[in-house]
Nanobody, 121 residues
């Protein structure tokens, strides 16, 4: 299962940005889809996650600013980010887990390649 993330770049503080991630491969079902981020010198941290049932969870630092959504038919997960601050600058990774089918069902947990954006003050 491969994940490809789109978005990133440079945005001014207070601005908005949308990241998208698409999953491809022999996917039978997807459970959780999420976004993580890693800033220089810091560990990778959870930003937001959404379950197959649509339940969401966010890091305290992004609540009320970021919104995660998914399209099950397209196997995509998006992250709408508003009111961005320089502290949001990081490499963002999408993560998806579920079941893949290669003759038989197997669980998978895949990471995207990471997409970077910078919030300028």
């Amino acid at each position: 299962v491969q994940l490809q993330a789109f978005g990133g770049g440079v945005v001014q503080a207070g601005g908005s940005l949308r990241l998208s991630c698409a999953a491809t491969g022999n996917i039978r079902s997807i459970n959780r889809m999420g976004w993580y981020r890693q800033s220089p010198g810091k560990q990778r941290e959870l930003v937001a996650i959404i379950t197959s049932g649509g339940s969401t969870d966010y890091a305290d630092s992004v609540k009320d600013r970021f919104t995660i959504s998914r399209d099950n038919a397209k196997k995509t997960v998006d992250l709408q980010m508003n009111s961005l601050s320089p502290e949001d600058t990081a490499v963002y990774y999408c993560n998806v887990d579920g079941l893949r089918a290669n003759g038989y069902l197997m669980p998978f947990n895949s990471w995207g390649q990471g997409t970077e954006f910078t919030v300028s003050s």
